[in-house]
């Protein structure tokens, strides 16, 4: 079955530290890799992809990932945190039975403090 | 250009009542999907359109219909709701050659009692 998970609920980290957001995925075949991003009462804003090559993907907003298939992670990260960065993070895998639909984690919760 | 838009934004409903959310976009996607949000379980996927007049259910299908006569909408429809179905609803559309890109509606908070 294809799956990601999502190993922390909540991230808090310091405007201007580094951030890291974890993700690690089970899927058969070639990953397609997502992340999006979910701002207080919106909907999901796409973030960025990994389906092949380089395994340091860059982003939206600064934000960028590196895929690990040894460790068959995603993690997303970013140099130097924003108070506006404060938002829920999003992993998410498209089955590899399915090029219609993907598969989302359960979220993170980022929150960055002045 | 709208995007993605959602109606009802908000909804309040008795068990046993029935309703319809609309999803509407104006941007000439093929694929449609509707997704329902709760604490701690991220998104699921509720049912799913590939195109005009075709549907497929998704994770959680059981006690909603859907249909999409019209390639820019896509109807939800929960004919008895029931308290289990309070939850945030969102409508997504992604073209069908990059449908791991989903743009999303502002969402439907929906509360049954």
């Known amino acids: 079955a294809q799956s990601v998970a999502q190993p922390e609920d909540q991230v808090n980290v310091a405007e201007g530290n580094p951030l890291t957001v974890k993700c690690t995925y089970s899927?058969?075949?070639?990953?397609?890799l997502f992340w999006y991003v979910q701002y207080p009462n919106r909907g999901l804003q796409f973030l960025l992809k990994?389906?092949?090559?380089?395994?340091l993907v860059k982003g939206s907003y600064g934000f960028e990932a590196e895929f690990n298939k040894s460790q068959t992670s995603f993690h997303l990260k970013k140099p130097s945190a924003l108070v506006s960065d404060s938002a829920l993070y999003f992993c998410?895998?498209?089955?590899?039975?399915?090029?219609?639909?993907?598969?989302f984690g359960s979220g993170t919760r980022l929150s960055i403090r002045p | 250009n709208a995007g993605v838009t959602q109606t009802p934004k908000f909804r309040v409903l008795k068990t046993g009542q029935s309703m319809t959310l609309l999803c509407a976009q104006d941007?000439?996607?093929?694929?449609m999907y509707w997704y329902r949000q709760d604490p701690g379980m991220g998104l699921r996927l509720i049912h799913y359109?590939?195109?005009?007049?075709?549907?497929a259910k998704g994770e959680v299908p059981d006690g909603y219909n859907v249909s999409r006569l019209k390639k820019q909408n896509f109807l939800l429809g929960l004919e008895s709701a029931a308290p289990s179905q309070t939850s945030v609803y969102f409508c997504?559309?992604?073209?069908?050659?990059?449908?791991?890109?989903?743009?999303f509606g502002p969402g439907t908070r929906l509360t049954v009692t």
């Open positions: 359109s590939v195109g005009e007049g075709t549907t």
């Open positions: 899927v058969s075949g070639n990953p397609y």
């Open positions: 998410a895998v498209r089955p590899y039975s399915s090029a219609s639909k993907i598969i």
């Open positions: 997504a559309s992604s073209y069908k050659r990059s449908s791991y890109e989903q743009y």
């Open positions: 941007m000439n996607h093929e694929y």
């Open positions: 990994y389906i092949t090559g380089d395994n």
